[in-house]
């Protein structure tokens, strides 16, 4: 079928083609390198309704964004149909909700801050979207990093989440039919995230978008020898903080990308990973002669235990699945955990709402059928990409998508220790990185094979 889009100039194509990535670039970057999610207190009354000014900065540029791409696209892959249909899966739960407008709400802004972002690097990005990871995305991660490690070595006063420039009040009052808020419920307690919460106000949340990007780190360190010095310095950096920020989940991802790394041929040679472990503790040592800091790494590597109240609390919370025997195909609803899941919640443990598990949340919410669906797009989507990667004649370009996959694969793995979908950097981290992986798929610089 042609493209609605065929009889526009090859100049409006050409800029059709580039705004969409722009656009997911910039804001992508702005999710990672500072807490939008402040925005959402700066409120104007539109229509009756409170709506926080957040909404306009990112939604409407965002659909903008995916409008564009999906007008001006003029051939489609399955990967592609099925990226873009994947909401869909969420639907049935949706419409048996017991409130249905606020899983819509739920469900569009994780559609909004990570489907389509995703979507349109994938069906639109070209070279300059790569480029922009690489000149753009990368140093704002590293950017980031500088900020946890300000709040270490200044005892947490550099936080900009807990010191906004403008004190916005919370308690707005809003219509009982407004489907974008609802009033935190008083039995709920989110307690406050140790030190360093980065630009996302969470150690885990932040330490997450991270971690991404420490595989991306080592390809730049290993194919881009200009400004050697100071890409390693970076890699340095981001390697500290992730210690640093002393997330488990974190460490754990750590070591499966290094191993994954080793597995897949991202090898190095001898001097040069010296000179990288060399400049990781160097960076490193520079906060562990603090005897605080070194003591509190130390608990927190004693703290991999089953008797660790923290790991005690999400096991205790894997008992909200209680609720998939009256709701197991379907699930409760997108959003609806907290209020659905709170009767089956274990005696005697603060409620905070979450099962600190995005996949285990996915099918109490969107049903065991939905959760199957999710599993198999991500697998397939991998493993369609695996073996375009492996055909791959230049080597650098195939090294630079197994760091994608790597990064990838090592925010996946946090999602299993909080609810990632619901944080916007951490969302638009796994579904962008996840999208610039899938263009692997249309390229066709790959060894041809009988």
């Known amino acids: 079928m042609p493209s609605l889009s065929a009889g526009l100039s090859p100049t409006v194509r050409k800029w059709a083609d580039a705004v969409p990535p722009f656009v997911v670039m910039v804001l992508w970057g702005l999710h990672l390198g500072f807490p939008l999610q402040l925005l959402q207190h700066i409120r104007g009354t539109f229509f009756g309704y409170v709506i926080p000014v957040y909404y306009f900065l990112i939604v409407f540029p965002m659909l903008g964004a995916a409008a564009l791409t999906l007008f001006f696209k003029r051939h489609w892959t399955k990967w592609e149909l099925l990226w873009w249909l994947l909401p869909l899966i969420c639907v049935p739960g949706i419409l048996l909700s017991d409130d249905r407008m606020w899983s819509i709400r739920q469900w569009l802004s994780w559609i909004v801050r990570g489907v389509i972002p995703g979507g349109v690097l994938f069906s639109a990005a070209r070279e300059k979207s790569f480029l922009r990871l690489t000149n753009w995305i990368y140093p704002v991660i590293i950017a980031a990093s500088l900020v946890g490690l300000g709040e270490v070595y200044d005892g947490g006063s550099i936080n900009l989440w807990d010191n906004p420039l403008l004190r916005i009040r919370l308690d707005v009052p809003q219509p009982n039919s407004n489907p974008f808020y609802r009033p935190q419920d008083s039995s709920y307690t989110l307690p406050l995230s140790n030190r360093p919460g980065g630009t996302q106000g969470n150690r885990l949340a932040y330490a997450s978008t991270l971690l991404c990007f420490l595989p991306l780190g080592l390809w730049l360190l290993k194919y881009k020898k200009r400004f050697y010095?100071?890409?390693?310095?970076?890699?340095?950096?981001?390697?500290?903080?992730?210690?640093?920020?002393?997330?488990?989940?974190?460490?754990?991802?750590?070591?499966?990308?290094?191993?994954?790394?080793?597995?897949?041929?991202?090898?190095?040679?001898?001097?040069?990973?010296?000179?990288?472990?060399?400049?990781?503790?160097?960076?490193?040592?520079?906060?562990?002669?603090?005897?605080?800091?070194?003591?509190?790494?130390?608990?927190?590597?004693?703290?991999?235990?089953?008797?660790?109240?923290?790991?005690?609390?999400?096991l205790q919370f894997l008992e909200t699945a209680t609720v998939l025997r009256d709701h197991w195909l379907f699930g409760v609803g997108f959003g609806q955990f907290p209020t659905a899941c709170k009767p089956y919640a274990p005696q005697g443990v603060i409620w905070q709402a979450t099962p600190d598990n995005q996949f285990l949340r996915w099918g109490i919410e969107n049903g065991l059928v939905s959760l199957f669906l999710l599993l198999a797009f991500l697998f397939g989507l991998v493993r369609a990409g695996w073996k375009k990667i492996k055909l791959m004649k230049d080597v650098r370009q195939a090294d630079f998508y197994k760091s994608l996959l790597i990064g990838w694969l090592g925010v996946a793995l946090t999602f299993l220790f909080f609810d990632g979908f619901y944080w916007g950097a951490c969302n638009m981290t796994f579904w962008c990185s996840l999208g610039l992986l899938a263009t692997c798929l249309g390229r066709a610089d790959v060894e041809q094979t009988s």
């Not at 000179?275 to 503790?281: D, V």
């Not at 590597?301 to 008797?307: E, G, R, V, W």
């Open 229 to 314: 010095p100071a890409r390693l310095a970076a890699v340095g950096i981001l390697t500290s903080i992730l210690l640093i920020a002393q997330v488990r989940a974190v460490w754990l991802g750590v070591l499966v990308s290094a191993i994954l790394m080793w597995a897949v041929g991202l090898r190095r040679d001898r001097w040069e990973t010296v000179r990288i472990i060399a400049g990781a503790l160097v960076c490193l040592g520079v906060f562990l002669v603090w005897p605080r800091m070194l003591h509190e790494l130390w608990s927190r590597f004693n703290s991999f235990h089953l008797t660790d109240p923290s790991i005690q609390a999400r």
